[in-house]
């Protein structure tokens, strides 16, 4: 299949804004078979029950279809899907959920992680997949944003991929801080073959939701992924979480999007603190959109007066129109710390 209709079927599945998408070329939008297949994988329900909520359909079908009759060159050769055509007519007479109702709604997100640069649509032998139940616009009473997944976390999905983030991961138990939708614990269980995950969150509701997600791609399974909340700043001396690392000795600590609020950063640093004390040779890797400098520069520091090594990973964004996958923005610089207990540091 054409990669172009591949790249905006990924886009699509990740529900960008349709002002990011990127459209297929003309002469491939009024071909027949291109445009069963982009009514097929995208918007026909029958094969497909994760599809993006209705609403979304509508604001991206109706400027493809209007790209489509653009393309038309001599109206009796080329067609338009009969299909398409139906579908669109089928959303409008729809009664779709108010734009207030429908932002507080679970909407199924798929986000592509690419097993090479093979750009099979078969999941088996191309494209891996990570499908998340998302309330993208909604902050629970703890004022915690993680019922969906943000930027930083896709860039450390992105470097966890490569084969120096994969190293951290694979055969390895791993515990991540402020999992959220889960979106890395997911793919680290899934898709990288780590020996264990622990995954944790702050927020009771949000560990539930994680939950679902969890069973959404077939990890429900305790002895591949343990889900529990962590609230840091705690000792963890005689808690689960010993336990937990008595049981599946964590490797690797993971975070993302979660150095955001200076006033939880030295509750963060001091759980960092506490589980150096449990296992000293950890690695950490903590990946943050630096959307405050100072917030991002107070994490850093207070690290290092925990005498931490601290490290940034060289590993770059690259701009929305050259990502194939794991697509996000890149306005506000994404950065990834790799953090270790200093030798000879009691």
């Not at 002002?19 to 069963?36: C, E, G, I, S, T």
């Not at 999992?179 to 949000?206: P, Q, Y």
């Not at 449990?278 to 959307?291: E, F, M, N, S, Y």
Request: proline share 4%.
């Amino acid at each position: 299949m054409d990669p172009q209709l591949l790249l905006f079927r990924r886009q699509y599945l990740q529900l960008l804004e349709p002002d990011f998408l990127a459209w297929p070329p003309k002469p491939l939008l009024r071909n027949a078979d291109a445009q069963a297949w982009l009514y097929k994988k995208l918007f026909n329900s029958d094969g497909n029950d994760r599809l993006p909520p209705e609403r979304y359909q509508l604001r991206v079908l109706k400027p493809l279809l209007a790209r489509i009759e653009q393309s038309v060159e001599d109206p009796e050769e080329d067609e338009i899907s009969d299909s398409l055509m139906s579908h669109l007519s089928t959303l409008l007479a729809t009664q779709l959920p108010s734009e207030a109702a429908a932002v507080q709604q679970k909407t199924y997100v798929t986000f592509t992680c690419p097993r090479s640069s093979s750009t099979s649509d078969d999941e088996e032998v191309g494209d891996r997949t990570v499908t998340l139940l998302e309330r993208r616009h909604l902050i629970s009473g703890s004022q915690t944003t993680g019922f969906r997944t943000w930027e930083a976390a896709l860039h450390l999905g992105r470097y966890l991929m490569t084969a120096e983030g994969s190293s951290l991961i694979i055969g390895k138990s791993v515990l991540e801080l402020g999992a959220g939708t889960g979106f890395l614990s997911i793919l680290c269980a899934k898709h990288l073959e780590s020996r264990h995950v622990t995954t944790t969150d702050g927020d009771e509701g949000v560990v539930e939701a994680l939950k679902e997600n969890l069973f959404l791609n077939h990890l429900d399974d305790e002895r591949k992924v343990l889900t529990s909340v962590l609230r840091w700043g705690r000792g963890l001396k005689g808690t689960w979480v010993e336990d937990d690392c008595e049981t599946w000795p964590y490797d690797t600590i993971i975070g993302a999007d979660i150095t955001y609020d200076k006033i939880a950063i030295s509750a963060l640093v001091a759980t960092l603190r506490f589980l150096f004390d449990l296992q000293p040779q950890l690695k950490v890797v903590i990946a943050g959109a630096v959307r405050n400098a100072e917030t991002f520069e107070t994490f850093r520091q207070a690290c290092l007066r925990s005498k931490f090594g601290v490290e940034e990973v060289d590993f770059q964004t690259r701009p929305m129109r050259e990502q194939t996958a794991l697509f996000c923005a890149t306005a506000v610089p994404l950065k990834i710390l790799s953090i270790s207990k200093a030798e000879g540091v009691a």
